[in-house]
């Protein structure tokens, strides 16, 4: 009883409010957009990456014209609020490089500094990504193809994977890459008779050369900055907000197997994490004013290409932006979908995004039968929110 007295008391004795942002659709909902705008009006001290991995492209647009598509860095970095990567999400150290370049480029003088992760996270290499493209050549379930799936299936399967942490011992690095490679040849060799593409991953057959990864590695390494949580937590003290990956739609539970992500979408980790650092958490669901998916998987009602200049895409950063899971598809609003999805995450409120690509009529109607929104987008930037 004393033990639970001190817990409760701990609980209520912190103030410091957590802004949980999950996606109630199949991605793409502008949870950067979302974000940023969180980080524009509270004093907060992280945004936290709780799932997903570097495959997201959330878009933030600046007032001044400014745009970048954060993949690894938070969607609070052009606010100036630092970004952690808890241990569940899924990172590429070297596509860190091209990402930090672009930020410098738009006027953040040191990108690396803004950026921690937890030294757990669970690295993807380019043997996971040439044995995902290859696997899901045959089966087309709508992968982004950039390895994320088959790097947490290894750590499934195996309860291993090369991991940060090992990213500072050369001789563990060389021993996890070298075992990767072959991990992930096994996998391929598994479907040499339903394969028509070349199964040989060997770094002589696709230039992937060993010891030139390792280097790559190394060197992105010196720009990492691998914490624990309770780094986070001794900085913490206004506010959090926590950026979820791709959406409640592409669950690998909830979601339409085997058109789904291999990752928990929902807010499930956002909100462990605020009890251990004893925070009161406020969960926003996300949806466009209309469905989207890329690649395959089943949609409500799809639009057909006479239909499809009913929405205005001209101002959108995703829908022109190919990619190894497909084209980017539109359809009609599933209001079923969002409703369920909100109750499988506990949201506590809709944000309506996207409402400037269709007729203000069909917005109205929006609003009249999901009740629950409060914060509207008409536009891309943080200005063009409007809370209801």
Known sequence: MLVLSIVRLLHESNGMKAHIVVGLQFGDECKGATVDYLCSKHKIDWVIRYNGGFQAAHNVVMADGRHHTFSQFGSGTLRGVPTYLDRHVIVDPLALIPEAEHL???????????????EDCLVSTIYHKNANRILDSRNAHGSCGVGIGLTRQMWSETGDGLRV????????????LDWIRQ???????NYREKI???INIDWKHNQINFLDQIKALQKATENIHPVTLEFVERRCGNGLVFEGSQGVGLDEVYGTIP??????????YALELCEVLRCKPHTYGLCRAYETRHGNGPMYREYNENEFDYIDLSSDHNWNNGSFAGKFRCGQFNIDLVRENAIICGADEIVLNCADHIPMTTVEHRLAT?????????GPTAEDRIQL
Not at 110 to 118: E, F, G, K, N, V
Not at 166 to 175: F, V
């Open 104 to 118: 410098k480029s738009i006027g953040v003088p040191d990108p690396y500094s803004m950026l921690r992760m937890h």
């Open 165 to 176: 942490e090992d990213l500072r011992t050369p001789k563990i690095l060389r021993r996890k």
């Open 183 to 189: 991990w992930c040849q096994d996998k391929v060799l």
């Open 196 to 198: 028509s593409t070349d």
């Open 259 to 268: 058109h789904t992500t291999y990752s928990n979408t929902r807010p499930t």
């Open 370 to 378: 999901l009740k629950s929104v409060k914060l509207i987008s008409y």
